[in-house]
């Protein structure tokens, strides 16, 4: 770690403004809660029951606020488009970390909330300042009712979110959180009971929302807290109709490492390099929707995904579309042996296999997206530098195309030069990616435009270091990815790095017409896990320095 | 459904369940009430339920003396130890048993079901119960911690 949590929580401004913000408000709302109950003379009955009743008030409308605010990370849609626009005020990038945050004080205000109203009613019965007992208003009340089935949701949502559990069974994941549209409803339903009343007997009536509000005194929170539910639920609905206008599956394309291509046409959809979108296939299963980076550049005629045969989903898949998985999973082994170098020192590795459709027809597939963040700060950058490991890296294909295409037409912006790092265990599991670096790399008129680095962290055995010895000396392309640029082995020294990047910027070596009296920018763009980003993050606050600006994106895919 | 590992997600659910409990039965410390106490009870103003006479051994360990409630708590501390786990119980044979998770899982359910408080932590025991059932019906094992070993030598 080497961090404590004060460091974490307090020493890092922008968390600081976020827990203070957020936990402030939730203060704010519950002492106001607190104090608004506590002063209302109409409500002096509901006031004998002392402390409790002002804590159930409080933790009441501090869940109001949570509940509300829930769904609003969820809104994807709406977020994709006032990402690009508000990237300085929030990392948008982090909506499910925000949506985490709330279900988190979500769950603790529970607890008070929940808590506080086994004393209330406890209280009620004993002195009954109501005619009513304890259990009557635990089961027999719409606020009772609901506040139950909405704890009963809550456990099993959050149980069934647990990134282990996510992790291992994705369904029980997306299934159990669909609960959310029961949890919902019981949110807005929580108060129709008219539980905060000045009067002994409910005031309902016959017109919505069914109780008068002359006798019952709560917060109507749902006047607020139901309008994100109502957008979400309208995205969804949009989401749906979005994904059923037509849509073909053109061809599938089977690479040597195991990864499937699906080429998808679909002339609505429309999205920038760096972004992913949900696919579903029907005759897999009409509800499961898979998200994949977009690996397609937005020039491209078509929008294509590469699909690895990893889960039950995806060997379903392969299975449909011809390219079952023993087919595949022995392709995909050879790769990882590294087999194919077996060809030949030269043998090429971009050899794909275009399924045949004639036996049976493509499946229908649909689309849902584009999602995420789109890359196009990338060319208000002089100097971009795209960090991938591991699986992070399938983005940077639509990017590193899309640069490409720019680089053809000549619309690279303030774009000067490309460094691409891309830090990986595997490489050759990793082939078709390979090709498409291989693409780029040949079609390069200007050596210097694009710099593609690769290092290898797996530990290597002695026969291979033999090979890579033997075979590298002198030859022109690197025996393990036959890219001109060589493999580097072991984890990049990233401080190393940009203080060098840092000095010949200054020096002007590195990037030709600029002069040291203007402030470069370097941006760096990463995916990949946490621990390296903030490895790299140092590293570029550390190489700032007055001539070269040095910026950090993390992105989430 | 999927490659759900039964046991590793009742761990949650248990888990929730038994620190719910232990608060609920905390609270029931404080605020002495026989769950079942509107059977066959009559309703007084003030003083709430007055439960009925066969009711007075539940009265006497529940409400004159919060027995049930200090059990319930000792119960749930034991459960919390055995399923976090403590780790003096780490890779024991207990803390690999499924039935014996179940049976205090159900115990605890019984306990809780009894006091005021207790009732939602009793449904939640109960479906973590379950759950380490279907665990157990699966042929599920807890299998004994690896020692971390990182494997190398493939290209």
Known sequence: MGETWFQREFLQPRRLAF???????????????????????????????????WTSRGAGLVLA???????????????????????????????????????????????VHTTAHYVNFFNVERTQVRPETALDIHYTQAGGITGHFMLLIMVLMYTTAHHKIRNQCFEAFWYTHHLAFFFMIGLYAHATGCFVRDSAEPAYSAVFPFYTTDHCLGYESWRFTIWPGIIYFGERIWREIRARRATRLSKVLVHPSGAMELRIIKPSFKYVAGQWLFIQV???????????????????????????????????????????????????????KGDEKDEGVYGTRGDFVEIDSTGRALPAVRIDGPYGAPAEDVFNVEVAVLIGAGIGVTPFASILKHIWYRQKKGTLGSLKRVEFFWVCRDAPSFG???????????AQADPNFLRINIYLTQKISEDMLWNIAVNDAGAEYDPLTLLRTRTMFGRPDWKAIYSRMSQAIQTGQYVPGTNAQLKSKVGTYFCGPGVLAKAIKEACQEANCAAVDFTFAKEHF | MGNLIWHEYARYVSLTATVYTIWASFWGFYYRKFFWDFVHGIIRNPGGIQPAASDSLFVSIIVKAPVVQILSMLLGFGLLALDYPAPFLKNTAIHRSFPIRIVLLLLQTFFAILYYQGTNGAIYSFIAALCYTRAQLNGEIMPEAKDHKGRGGRA
Do not use: C
Request: overall charge neutral.
């Open chain 1, 432 to 442: 078709w990616f390979q090709t498409l670096l291989q693409e780029v790399e040949a």
């Open chain 1, 19 to 53: 827990n203070v913000i957020f936990y402030g408000l939730h203060l704010f709302f519950f002492g106001y809660g607190w104090y608004s109950q506590f002063t209302n003379h109409k409500l002096a009955a509901l006031n004998g029951l002392k402390w409790s009743v």
């Open chain 1, 282 to 336: 029907p005759d897999i299963s009409g509800w499961q929707w898979h998200p994949f980076t977009i690996t397609s550049a937005p020039e491209d005629p078509y929008v294509s995904v590469h699909i690895r045969q990893v889960g039950d989903w995806t060997y379903a898949l392969g299975e449909r579309v011809g390219a079952g998985p023993q087919v595949v999973a022995s392709m995909t082994k050879a790769a990882l």
């Open chain 1, 65 to 111: 606020f949570d509940g509300g605010l829930i769904l609003v990370p969820m809104l994807r849609n709406i977020i994709r488009v006032v990402r690009p626009k508000l990237t300085w005020l929030f990392p948008a990038d982090e909506n499910i970390w925000f949506h985490r945050q709330v279900a988190y004080s979500m769950a603790f205000w529970a607890m």
